[in-house]
Nanobody, 122 residues
């Protein structure tokens, strides 16, 4: 089992920044690829970004490319999502998740956090 706890969400004005953190415990963190997903009201959960175990492979959704940065610190068992130039359409609950391999597919992630709310006002 891997337990994931997100933090860092909040209310920010358009154009602002937030940094989300996801702390992992349980099984060896560095064995897992990590992903960030988000879900807005009335919409399906969507992929945002993922990073492989070493941090050398990264992939972003087109909607956040150039604005968001995913990173990880295996010594701290933590994955981050730096979000810059935020837009109202970025408003959603953000989830981190762990998968045994590098993937963007929601179904391939075995462990999920409880989510943290990000609200971007216009």
């Amino acid at each position: 089992q891997v337990q994931l706890v997100e933090s860092g969400g909040g209310l920010v004005q358009a154009g602002g920044s937030l940094r989300l953190s996801c702390a992992a415990s349980g099984r060896t963190f560095s064995n897992y690829a990590m992903g960030w997903f988000r879900q807005a009201p009335g919409k399906e959960r969507e992929f945002v970004a993922c990073i492989n175990w070493s941090g050398k492979s990264i992939y972003y959704a087109d909607s956040v490319k150039g604005r968001f940065t995913i990173s990880r610190d295996n010594a701290k068992n933590t994955v981050y999502l730096q979000m810059n130039s935020l837009k109202p359409e970025d408003t959603a609950v953000y989830y981190c998740a762990a998968a045994p391999g590098f993937t963007i597919a929601t179904k391939d992630y075995d462990y999920w956090g409880q989510g943290t709310q990000v609200t971007v006002s216009s």
